[in-house]
Every structure is written in C-alpha cells, then in structure tokens.
C-alpha cells in the first residue's frame, strides 16, 4: 500500500517528434490507466506533462509512455524533474498549446493507416469514401505546414471550420482523431473536383461514376492521362500496361528515357510483376510508403496478362513501385486490376507542380483530365526512392515519409551552435544543425532549372522560420559557380556569418561518417567517394577519390588518371566524348590502329575529331576530371549503349549497370576482370590507370563478345582495381574503417563486389543508410564538418 511519502509532482518533458501525431491523447489515455492526475500540452520544444500520483505509478506510466507510443512518434528524450508548482489537479486533462521557443520536430507525411483506410470503404462509416480521411496515426504534415506549433490554425486547413460531428472527434481524448489538425470529412473538409485538360465541361452522361474519385479508374482504363493533386505535389497518371499511352506521357512531358514510378493497388498485383522479399515488402507497407525499386520477373514475361509497358522503364531491370499512400489513391484504384505509372506532374527536370492554377496552365497539353482539391500544398514534397542491398536499407531520394525525421548525430555534435549547410547543385537538399541533431530537408532537385532554384529559395526559408534556425555559419559547396554556393554567401554577407567552404568529397565521406555514429574525435578513415564530378582544391575536377579524412580535414591520397572532359558539360550527356578522351589518353598517337575495321571506330571517326584534338591541345572548355562516372561512361559509349546521347545525367552508367547484372543473372561463368594498373603520377599521388582495361576491352570487342559479358567484365575489374588501390594505401597509412560515397556507389553491382573484396581485408566498411550516397546527402556532410569546425575554433 502506497505511503504518503509515495504520493509525488513530475514534470516531464518530452522532445522529438511527438506533435501532430496522437502523443497527447496516448499520455492521457496511460495517465488514466496508471491513475494519475495532472495536465499535458504541446509548446516549442515538444511535450510537456505534469502528473501527480504514487511514485511506482508515474514509473509504470513511463515506462508505458517508452514503450506504447503512437505510430508516428519517435521520442528522442524523456526528461523528469520534480514539479514545484500548483499541483492540485482533480483529475488529467489535455491543455492549449503553449508558445516558447520551437525546439520540437515536424513530422513527415504519413500514408493512411489500416483504420482510416477501413473507415473509407466502409459504407457505414460517415468518412466513406472520404478522399481526404485520416487521424492522428496518418496523413499530410510537413506538406501542409506554415508554421509552429502544428495547430490547425498554422496549417492549410486552417480556412476549414470543422462541423459538429468532426469537432466531438476532435475534442475527444479518447478518439483516435483528437487534435488531428487536418481532420475533416465530406460535410467540413476539402472538396475533389474533376476537370478536363481542354476547358470543356464534364457531364455526368460521359462515363458513370460513383464520384469524382471513382472516374479516375474509368479514365485510366480508357486510356486518358489524368493530373492527380496528390499529398506533396501533382502526379501524371496512365495505364502502365498501355505502351502507346506511355509513349504518348513521355512525348508530352518530354521525357523521353528516364523511369517512370508506378503504383498497384496492393501488394499481389506487384508481385504479378516484381520480386518482392520481406524487407521490400515492409518498405512498401510502411509509414514512409516510398517507390521501392524491385527486380521485375522477366523470366515470366510471356506468362503475363497486361504485361508492363517496355517504355515504362527502359532497359532496366527494376521497377520503382508504390502503394496507394493516401484515400484519394486507394480509391482511385479500388477497381484497377493493373499498375499504373504515376509520375510527377512537370516537364523534364522542372519541380512538381503544386498549385491548381499552375498546373491548369503548364499541363493542358500534358493532361487529359485534371483531379484537384481545394487543400493548398504549402511545402512540395516529392515521393522518397529507396532499395534494399545486401538486407540493407539504401535510400536514393529522401523526401516524402522520411523528410524532415531528425537525424542524430554522433558524440561530440552536442554543441547549440546552429550550422546551415546549403548543399550541392544537383539533387539538392540543405541540412540545418543544432545540439546533436540534423535536419535535412526534402529533395529539392537540380538547381540548374529556374523553377526548382525559386523553388530552393522558398523552402529553405520556410525551415529557417519554422525551426527558429539562426545560424551561427553557413557551410558550402568549394565550387564557386554553383547556385547554392552563391546563395549561401549572400546570406552570410546580409548577416555577418562566418562560411566554411567544403570540398565535395570530403562532404561525401563526412556524411556517411555522421550517419554511421562515427564520433567527432573519430581518427581519420579511408573515404572512397567516387561520383560524376566535385570541384577540387587544387581547381580541376574531382570524381573518383581516396581520401584518408576525419571531420574537420583531409588528405587526397589516391585518385582515378584524370581525362579531359570535350566541351565540358556536353561530355555528360554524350558518352562517346569519355569514350574518345579516354581512348586518346591511353593511346595517344597510336588510337586509330586500335579502333580500325571496329564500328566503334566507323562512329569516331564520323565525329569532328581534329577540333577536339585541339580542343584537347589547347585546354579550350576540357577540364581534366578523375571522374569516375565519367569512365562509366566512356566504358558505355565504346561498347554502344547511349553512345551518341543522353537525356539525363547517369543515364549511360545505370544502363551499364543493368545489362551487366542481367547477364549475370543468366550465366554462371566465372567473369575474368578487366585488368587495371595502380601507379603514382609525378606528385606522387597514387591514381587508377585504365589503360589495361582499355586494351582488353577493344579486343573483346573485335570478338564480338555479348555486350552484357563486357559490362560485367568492367565492373568487375574497377572493382578489384580499387580494392588493389585500399591494399597499397595500406601500406602507406594506417585505417581500419572504409567508407564507400557518392553517387557511382548506388551501382549494386559495384557496391556489393567493392565490400566483399574490403571485408575480406579484415576492414570495417561502411555504406549510407539514412541519407542518400549521391548529392542529396552531401549537406549532411558539409553540416558535421563546419560543425566540427566551428567547435575546434
């Protein structure tokens, strides 16, 4: 029997992200439980709860509170203290939020959850078929957002005055729907509406439907692209089994090769198609419900109905599919027996458009039908891309589900100083640091386009108001020229910050250090960061690096033979321009011998070779590049694949990737490496020669050996070629941990045949997990080490 001396007053403070996601309603509902009086509300810094009770129940609540929490909820910290105020509750109640400095974390957009999904198909439920249902357990967050705290008034459902019934719901501690701030219902809530692209009335006689939702499936089975106003932005939708209404999207949306995601129903019509392990299927189930990149079972093509449309995703050996994520998408496929493409609603390499107006005005070429609602789209929110390698999580975009969930960092990052790391130029997003902690933001994209650079501008101030973020310094991005480099330092120059200019690379490796717990005392590690190019320190181009490095400096210790780029940028978008630069690097003078009666050599020599020889000579618009990329490149366009163009950077590479594993897939001979050589250049700096590889190559193809055969055989040779290259460093300089970044290490092939040879060196390798390898997790990296940085200053 409890004592009076048993009888005390907590307060406890909850951080992390526990607003906007049932986290009041589950504390009453365990303070009721344990028989506890007092009050809990949300401020600035995340949950605040005040009880009084017996002793061994305020630690059974506790440990409940640890343990039961809602779905969405990720607790970061509990902290108790004894509580010296009034404490003469009567009972427990649920308090107006209170205003202090924000230090809580938004929320990442939810797919709808079983009980919402269920509530919508059922025909007693007052939400059936409801498109914009949801509860405290799912729904739009960081999309609708304008400010803090997440109250119905700072979000864009604030102009929605809830009707009686959806009040009671709100009201009410114990439903699931209390203080879910975008609650509504048919009576109260936003409305879907449904537009033809050309301007013309719908009738209700042109097709029947249940509602506007419902003609969705109608349309897409007739053969129409519809313009669907999603969570976080606009979709393209059509018949993913159609080939000539694929081929129609691509051509109006100037897209002409790079995938396209698709969405199912559910889980056994992907399985018609795809491969799926538990792991995936997980993914797909998930909260985040991201597109999931899987291996299409091509092996039963000819066993299928409806069939995927080969334009979907060509010459590629995956799909990226989702599941519906919101009530709009699950009853647009509630009759679809088939996938469907659902692409962002842009032209080639613009933002996904947000707004009605916007989409009405751009996309009436692009749509035959528009399905929009009334609910503004505050922050663009692009779906997330991941794969599972090796068991493991590897996320390729970060954005919708996942963005803006806090990342921990290591011990040493506890400092309040706060850093604002702008990040790079392609596939961009920025990262903001504070007391152990980082933010990044959603994938922006490429800030070479207007629209996205405009795009880039809005949201991060956004963030820096939402999160009451003033930075203490700005890190950037060492290339002078990019947009976020010169952003950055007009934000400094306004404010009178101090910048720390970051090597990409080392932004690379620091990133992938940050995610794997390294602490900021950590002693230096080999980082290999191998991508398509980095501005370097000593002003050529970087690209396929070893650095030995720690948070706050580095050392260039190897690299791959540096090569011109002809025409500098255009070299990206036509590989024949590596192949030739390459080709000339390893055999000068003597390359026509080596290229004659080969039709790789009846395509060059149709190319105005001499001015790029003088191009070359004279160091007009050719930078030298130890891109790594670059030679995937050069490798694809000698052996023909995307050899004249490109319509996206990678473009080459993935599909050298592709046709290597599907040959591997389908032979079990042992594959012979393209040889390399290690050697030293004249500033005794180690460096990956391939001219070996180059011969080797050459005389597979005058054998006409299977192009799948020569992929595989690159592959797997760059991969023994650098792990000979970890092996002479060793030598040289003492590590025990390797990290494998940048953009060329979502190449599985490479990334599994790299780790597997390190592993068997007796060395640690780690790999990304919780932010992309490519650019989209270098702010991450430039965040830690200005951070680290500053301290040491």
Not at 23 to 37: E, K, M, N, S, W
Not at 174 to 197: D, I, M, S, W, Y
Not at 362 to 389: G, P, Q
Request: hydrophobic letters at 40%; charged letters at 20%; glycine letters at 6%.
């Amino acid at each position: 029997m409890a004592t009076i001396t048993d009888h005390i007053a907590e307060e406890i403070r909850v951080c992390g992200i526990v607003q906007g996601v049932g986290f009041r309603p589950t504390v009453y509902r365990l303070a009721l439980d344990c028989g506890l009086c007092g009050e809990v509300s949300n401020d600035g810094e995340g949950v605040l709860i005040r009880v009084v009770g017996d002793r061994n129940a305020i630690n059974k609540f506790i440990h409940r509170l640890e343990t039961e929490p809602p779905p969405l909820a990720k607790i970061e910290s509990i902290h108790r203290s004894p509580y010296t105020g009034d404490h003469s509750f009567s009972n427990f109640t649920i308090v107006s939020s209170q205003t202090n400095k924000i230090r809580t974390k938004i929320a990442p957009d939810a797919a709808t959850c079983p009980a919402c999904k269920q509530d919508v198909f059922d025909p007693l439920s007052r939400f059936y078929r409801y498109p914009f249902t949801n509860c405290t357990h799912c729904g739009p967050r960081l999309s609708i957002i304008k400010k803090l705290p997440y109250d119905r008034e700072n979000t864009s459902m604030g102009g929605f005055e809830l009707c009686g019934e959806c009040q009671q719901n709100y009201e009410d501690p114990l439903n699931r729907r209390f203080h879910a701030q975008p609650v509504a219902c048919h009576f109260c809530g936003p409305k879907v509406t449904l537009e033809r692209g050309d301007g013309n009335a719908v009738t209700a006689h042109m097709f029947s439907m249940l509602d506007e939702v419902d003609a969705v499936c109608t349309l897409l089975q007739r053969g129409q692209i519809v313009a669907i106003k999603g969570l976080g932005g606009f979709h393209l939708a059509c018949d993913a089994t159609n080939e000539e209404i694929v081929q129609k999207l691509r051509q109006r949306k100037h897209r002409p090769d790079k995938p396209l995601a698709l969405m199912a129903r559910d889980i056994n019509i992907i399985e018609k198609y795809c491969f799926v392990t538990a792991e995936e299927r997980e993914l797909l189930e998930s909260y985040a419900a991201p597109i999931v990149l899987l291996r299409q079972k091509t092996s039963l093509k000819d066993s299928i109905q409806n069939q995927i449309a080969p334009s979907v995703a060509p010459n590629q050996n995956s799909l990226g599919f989702m599941l519906p994520y919101t009530p709009l998408h699950h009853l647009a496929l509630r009759r679809l027996e088939i996938p469907i493409v659902l692409t962002s609603a842009n032209f080639s390499d613009d933002p996904q458009c947000i707004d009605n107006a916007e989409v009405r005005t751009k996309l009436a070429t692009v749509a035959d039908y528009f399905i929009l609602h009334n609910r503004e789209i505050v922050n663009r929110v692009d779906d997330s891309v991941v794969r599972i390698n090796n068991n493991s999580l590897q996320i390729l975009r970060r954005a919708r589900g996942y963005a803006p969930t806090p990342i921990n960092l290591p011990p040493g990052f506890e400092d309040k100083s706060a850093i604002l790391a702008m990040g790079s130029e392609l596939k961009n997003t920025f990262c903001l640091v504070r007391e152990g902690q980082a933010i990044l933001s959603q994938h922006i994209g490429d800030l070479e386009n207007a629209l996205a650079a405009e795009a880039y501008q809005k949201t991060l101030n956004l963030y820096l108001g939402l999160l009451e973020h003033q930075p203490s310094a700005i890190a950037l991005d060492l290339h002078p020229e990019y947009l976020s480099t010169k952003l950055g330092k007009e934000l400094a120059e306004t404010n009178n910050i101090p910048i720390y200019s970051i090597q990409h690379h080392h932004a690379h490796v620091a990133a992938c250090m940050a995610e794997n717990g390294l602490p900021i005392d950590t002693k230096p590690v080999l980082g290999i960061a191998l991508d398509g190019l980095g501005y370097g320190e000593d002003g050529t181009i970087w690209g396929g690096e070893f650095l030995l490095a720690d948070y706050r400096s580095f050392q260039r210790l190897g690299t791959f033979k540096p090569v011109e780029m002809i025409g500098g940028e255009q070299a990206i978008y036509q590989p024949w321009r590596n192949t030739y630069a390459h080709l000339k690097a390893a055999f000068g003078e003597d390359l026509p011998s080596h290229i004659i009666d080969l039709k790789l050599g009846d395509f060059l020599v149709q190319q105005p070779l001499k001015l790029l020889d003088q191009l070359i000579e004279k160091k007009i618009n050719s930078p030298l590049a130890s891109s790594c990329g670059r030679l995937f490149d050069a490798v694809a366009g000698a052996i023909g694949i995307c050899r004249e163009s490109c319509s996206y950077e990678g473009q080459a590479a993935i599909t050298l990737e592709a046709i290597a594993e599907d040959y591997l897939l389908n032979y079990s001979e042992e594959i012979e490496p393209y040889p390399f050589l290690v050697r030293k250049l004249e500033c005794s700096l180690l460096f990956i020669e391939p001219r070996p590889m180059w011969s080797a190559l050459l005389a597979d193809l005058r054998q006409n050996l299977p192009v799948g055969m020569m992929a595989a055989k690159f592959h797997f040779g760059l991969a023994e070629a650098i792990s000979t290259m970890v092996e002479r460093l060793s030598f040289e300089t003492e590590f025990h941990q390797v990290i494998l970044t940048g953009g060329v290490f979502q190449n599985q092939i490479l990334l599994t045949q790299v780790r597997e040879r390190l592993m068997s060196k007796n060395l640690e390798v780690l790999t990304h997990s919780q932010v992309p390898s490519n650019d989209g997790g270098l702010s991450l990296g430039q965040a830690v080490i200005a951070s680290a940085k500053l301290k040491e200053e």
